[in-house]
Structure formats: structure tokens, C-alpha cells
């Protein structure tokens, strides 16, 4: 189907060869368009001696003037190579078309044809991107990398003049240019997806133009990303939103902290991207990629992840990873583990007149920690991924000026059944104090909590049963194994409302005699006994109301 004939639009675009190649060729497309070509010199064109192989030139470098006469009026659209766009584009500007790569593999070009494993040891390489120059290390460790800027023929004349050995550039590049002659190999390398793309670019609120190039414009078939928190493994505790968005997912990417009974309760795809310790199911690139190729193929793709996904979540990292590719995302935000682990133990992470801020660190910073020094000694702390650190948390801490006798909580598997607080004065904190997943809060905040009685509910809903006390709700009903065993340890009380929740229970987790033991009527506590434990309360009737009145009479709060 061709285009509508339209007004003559004017099209900026760098003067290039290859710039202009690629204009050539989106017009080709709609060949009902008229056009007229206004050359811009981008900052890049005219600034050749920054390197760009550092990573450290503007984003913006190739782009910078031509979206500035865009915003002037002086062009309706703008032509790039998708690769060189900004991230996040120019307020007031759009990407209203993006074309299909025809080739977005890396070609390797060299004097008289010499292949890349042939290339004698200490060759000279051309290239100017950083994911070039770390490919060609891993893969070559004995070439030498030559940083190289200019046009597509001024690197050739570097290899065609001795100057290099060989030169890394885009395949479809040089095809576009008539120059496919000159490749001598294409590499296995991992290459940029938009490699090739041509994105077509003008002014925000110009439906016109997004509807003249929507026939070959291959955003429309792209997906959308949520990068969803899951909060901290409670499914409760995830957010109405974000169990929308779960439901109509196409697939679903969860972290190690969302147990699977959690994500198989909807209907999507599930795959497991977890990361423990030494243990990753997948690389994050990998996982980055994973997700982008479902969404490019127009998949709702739902990133699930433990807690918030910006607070050490890499949240970030995967929304500018999709953000580059020009995939939608949104962001739903979750409760964090921090915030679970301070609410389940009852502790104010700020309170007036004891701490009036809070900071959350990593026990495994990559870089150096530098907040304020007064807000670190009198605020609270808290640090995530610590259970393996808590000699090197005891020094930080020390080092941020909290004094030996500052109380600290250690909430493992904050919000699940499987949830411990300990609390200890720092001088007294050792390696082995916690097990993973453990969240470690620091300061005189801690010696307000409220501590009250933690109760184990294996009924279905703990709300129509108004026992006092902090319930935990582990409801045993359907005949299937249970996804873990409850450490008795963390509780005061466990009330069970059923033979088959008593049995189920008994059959994973041993009594503990500091734990009293609720049975809901005579049969419950007769399966309780002939399993070996020791039935402490029944209630008059096994109704919900008088569980409730039977657990005040005991004293719990």
C-alpha cells in the first residue's frame, strides 16, 4: 500500500554519506512523500576528537543540532541511526517511526581480507564503541585497540593507508554505502538490537506525522514492560496495581524472593531469573535481553521483583536498558524490604526526637559510601544483603559513629512465616547472627519497637478470626507440600483450624515447647497429640469468635 501524497516535508539530517543513504532509503519506503533534505552538522561531525569509546561523550553529540532546529521549526522531522538516540530524548520531542534493521551485525573489514582469528598477535583494531573494544578484549586479549571518529570512509582510509590492521564497523552501514565488498567476516559479536534502525524523529504532538509513517513503523508492535514490585514475598502485601498488571501479563520474570506460589497464581508464562549468592539463574544482561526480545515481539511483559524495584533492585539498570531500545516501561512501585522488616518488628525507621532521618545502604557497595556523616551517626541505618557481611556492617557502623551499646535488629525473611527479629548492642554482633534474606536496622530507633505477640493462623483468613497479636496467615487447605517449614522459634502461639492444616504442618515442622498450641475442636487435637505434640488451649466451640476470646484470655496483645 503506498503512502498518501502529503505536503513536502523538510527533513533534517546529518551530511554524510551514510546520513544521507538513510534518508534515501526510509523515503524509498514511502514513496508517496516528497521531501526536502536540510543538512545539519551535528556536534559530533564538527568535534571529532572526542572520543567515544570512553563513554564519556554527550549523549546527545550526533543529535544535538538537529533537534534543536526541530524545536525551531526549521525541519518537520529529523533522520538518525537509531543507536546514536539520547536517553530520554529532548523535552518536546518524539520518536514517531522506527524502521526494521536490515543487518544489525558488526562486520570486520581488514587489509587484504585477513580474518579475525588470523589476525597476528598485536594487530591494530579500529573501533569507536566501548561494547566493541570489551568484545575484541574477550575474544582477542592480544590485539591492541585503536580509538577511531569520522565518517565511514575516513576509517577505511585508516586500514586502506597502513594506519590500522583492521576496523569494526556495522555491516548495514557499509552495504548502505555500496561497500559490502569490502567485508572480510561477519563477527559473532553481540551487537546493539537497533543497529541499523532508522528512527524518525520530530516535534511532540504531531499525530499527522506519526500517522504518515506508521505503515513501516515497527513500535507498533512492540509490547510494554512494568517493572513491577513485588514487595518483600508476602502476597498480601503486593499492591492492587501490581496484581492487575500480573493478570494480564503475557509473561512474568520473578526474582528469587517471590516464591512460586506467588507468581502461579497467574496465568502468564512464568521464568525464574532469581539471584542468590554465587547462584544466578541468569546473567542480568542476559535477563535485560530476555525481557527486550519479548517486548519486541509484543509481549506484556511484567518484571517482577522482591521489594521496590529502585531500591537495590537494578530496577534502574533494566529501565534504561529498554528505555535505549525504545521499549515502553512503567514502573510500579513496591514495599520495600526495609520497610516490611521495620513494620513486622514494629520499629520506626524515623520517629520525632529520636531519629530524624534513615538511610538504606548495601552490604555490598560498589562504590564508596559517602553520605553526610552527621546524618549517618545520628540517623537510623539500614542494610540490605547482609547476612554474609556482618563483620564488615559491625565496622561500618562503628565508622559512621554509632557507639558500641547503639541497639540492632536483624529481621530475616522480613513479612514471610519464616520471619526473625533479633536484637543485639552492636559490640555483640558476630558473623552467623542472621541467615539470608536478612534486613539490618540500626540505631536508637530500634529501642522503641513494640514488641507483641507473633501468632501462626494456618485457617484461610485470619481477619474473620479477631485474635489479638501480630497474625501471620500460612493457610494449609489444599493437599499439596508445603513451600517451607516455620521455625516455631519466631512465634508465641500457632492456632490450628483444621486435622488436615494440623497434619500437613506436623509433617514438616517439629513442636517447640516455648510455642503454645491452639486446636480449634477435638479432632484437630486429637490428630495434634497422635503426632506427638501437646495441645495447650481449645476453645469452648470451634468458632472464630471464641479462638479469639480463648487467645485474650492468654494474654497475647
Known amino acids: 500500500m503506498n503512502t498518501p501524497v502529503h505536503k513536502e516535508l523538510t527533513v533534517a539530517a546529518r551530511p554524510s554519506r551514510l546520513s544521507l543513504a538513510q534518508v534515501k532509503e526510509l523515503f524509498a519506503l514511502y514513496p508517496g512523500l516528497a521531501?526536502?533534505?536540510?543538512?545539519?552538522?551535528?556536534?559530533?561531525?564538527?568535534?571529532?576528537?572526542?572520543?567515544?569509546?570512553?563513554?564519556?561523550?554527550?549523549?546527545?553529540?550526533?543529535?544535538?543540532?538537529?533537534?534543536?532546529?526541530?524545536?525551531?521549526?526549521?525541519?518537520?522531522?529529523?533522520?538518525?541511526?537509531?543507536?546514536?538516540?539520547?536517553?530520554?530524548?529532548?523535552?518536546?520531542?518524539?520518536?514517531?517511526?522506527?524502521?526494521?534493521?536490515p543487518d544489525p551485525s558488526d562486520a570486520l573489514v581488514s587489509r587484504d581480507g585477513v580474518r579475525f582469528a588470523d589476525l597476528p598477535h598485536g594487530a591494530r583494531v579500529g573501533t569507536s564503541s566501548p561494547s566493541r573494544r570489551d568484545q575484541l578484549k574477550a575474544a582477542r586479549p592480544g590485539l591492541t585497540i585503536v580509538p577511531v571518529r569520522g565518517t565511514i570512509d575516513e576509517r577505511l582510509g585508516l586500514v586502506d593507508r597502513g594506519e590500522i590492521d583492521a576496523l569494526i564497523v556495522a555491516a548495514c552501514a557499509l552495504k548502505r554505502l555500496g561497500l559490502g565488498q569490502r567485508i572480510a567476516e561477519i563477527l559473532p559479536f553481540a551487537s546493539h538490537p537497533l543497529q541499523g534502525?532508522?528512527?524518525?524523529?520530530?516535534?511532540?504532538?504531531?499525530?499527522?506525522?506519526?500517522?504518515?509513517?506508521?505503515?513501516?513503523?515497527?513500535?507498533?508492535?512492540?509490547?510494554?514492560?512494568?517493572?513491577?514490585?513485588?514487595?518483600?514475598?508476602?502476597?498480601?502485601?503486593?499492591?492492587?496495581?501490581?496484581?492487575r498488571v500480573l493478570e494480564r501479563a503475557d509473561v512474568i520474570y520473578y526474582d528469587d524472593l517471590i516464591g512460586e506460589e506467588a507468581v502461579n497464581a497467574y496465568p502468564a508464562r512464568k521464568v525464574y531469573v532469581g539471584k542468590r549468592k554465587g547462584d544466578h539463574a541468569f546473567p542480568q544482561d542476559e535477563i535485560c535481553e530476555m525481557i527486550y526480545r519479548d517486548a519486541a515481539a509484543g509481549a506484556c511483559v511484567a518484571r517482577l521483583k522482591g521489594g521496590d524495584p529502585?531500591?537495590?533492585?537494578?530496577?534502574?539498570?533494566?529501565?534504561?536498558?529498554?528505555?535505549?531500545?525504545?521499549?515502553?516501561?512503567?514502573?510500579?512501585?513496591?514495599?520495600?524490604?526495609?520497610?516490611?522488616?521495620a513494620a513486622s518488628a514494629r520499629i520506626p525507621l524515623t520517629l520525632r526526637g529520636v531519629s530524624g532521618s534513615v538511610s538504606f545502604l548495601s552490604a555490598h557497595p560498589s562504590e564508596e559510601i559517602t553520605p553526610g556523616r552527621q546524618v549517618l551517626e545520628d540517623g537510623t541505618i539500614v542494610f540490605y544483603m547482609g547476612a554474609t557481611r556482618i563483620e564488615e556492617i559491625k565496622a561500618q557502623l562503628a565508622a559512621y559513629g554509632k557507639r558500641p551499646g547503639t541497639p540492632v535488629a536483624l529481621v530475616e525473611s522480613a513479612g514471610l512465616p519464616a520471619e526473625m527479629v533479633t536484637v543485639k548492642p552492636l559490640a555483640e554482633l558476630k558473623e552467623g547472627d542472621a541467615k539470608s534474606p536478612v534486613i539490618v536496622i540500626a540505631g536508637d530507633v530500634v529501642n522503641t519497637a513494640l514488641p507483641r505477640n507473633r501468632i501462626l493462623f494456618t485457617g484461610l483468613d485470619p481477619v474473620n478470626c479477631p485474635v489479638k497479636g501480630q497474625i501471620v496467615n500460612y493457610p494449609l487447605i489444599a493437599v499439596q507440600p508445603l513451600p517451607f517449614a516455620a521455625d516455631l522459634a519466631g512465634y508465641d502461639a500457632v492456632i490450628?483450624?483444621?486435622?488436615?492444616?494440623?497434619?500437613?504442618?506436623?509433617?514438616?515442622?517439629?513442636?517447640?515447647?516455648?510455642?503454645?498450641?491452639?486446636?480449634?475442636?477435638?479432632?484437630?487435637?486429637?490428630?495434634?497429640?497422635?503426632?506427638?505434640?501437646?495441645?495447650?488451649?481449645?476453645?469452648?466451640?470451634?468458632?472464630?469468635?471464641?479462638?479469639?476470646?480463648?487467645?485474650?484470655?492468654?494474654?497475647f496483645k
Open 35 to 101: 521531501y526536502r533534505l536540510v543538512p545539519v552538522d551535528s556536534f559530533g561531525d564538527t568535534r571529532k576528537d572526542i572520543p567515544l569509546i570512553d563513554g564519556n561523550a554527550p549523549s546527545d553529540i550526533f543529535t544535538r543540532e538537529l533537534d534543536q532546529a526541530l524545536l525551531e521549526g526549521k525541519a518537520d522531522i529529523a533522520v538518525h541511526s537509531a543507536k546514536d538516540l539520547p536517553v530520554p530524548l529532548r523535552a518536546g520531542l518524539e520518536i514517531i517511526a522506527l524502521t526494521a534493521s
Open 496 to 555: 490450628f483450624t483444621s486435622k488436615m492444616s494440623a497434619r500437613y504442618f506436623c509433617d514438616r515442622c517439629p513442636p517447640r515447647a516455648e510455642t503454645k498450641t491452639v486446636a480449634i475442636g477435638p479432632v484437630t487435637k486429637r490428630e495434634l497429640e497422635r503426632r506427638g505434640w501437646r495441645v495447650d488451649h481449645m476453645p469452648d466451640t470451634p468458632d472464630s469468635d471464641d479462638v479469639a476470646a480463648l487467645v485474650e484470655r492468654l494474654g
Open 197 to 243: 534502525s532508522i528512527a524518525v524523529v520530530a516535534r511532540s504532538g504531531r499525530p499527522d506525522l506519526r500517522e504518515l509513517f506508521r505503515e513501516h513503523d515497527i513500535l507498533k508492535g512492540y509490547g510494554k514492560v512494568y517493572l513491577v514490585g513485588g514487595g518483600p514475598g508476602d502476597p498480601e502485601l503486593i499492591t492492587v496495581k501490581a496484581a
Open 310 to 341: 529502585f531500591i537495590f533492585g537494578r530496577g534502574g539498570e533494566e529501565l534504561r536498558y529498554l528505555a535505549e531500545r525504545l521499549v515502553d516501561v512503567e514502573v510500579i512501585p513496591g514495599i520495600s524490604a526495609a520497610q516490611c522488616a
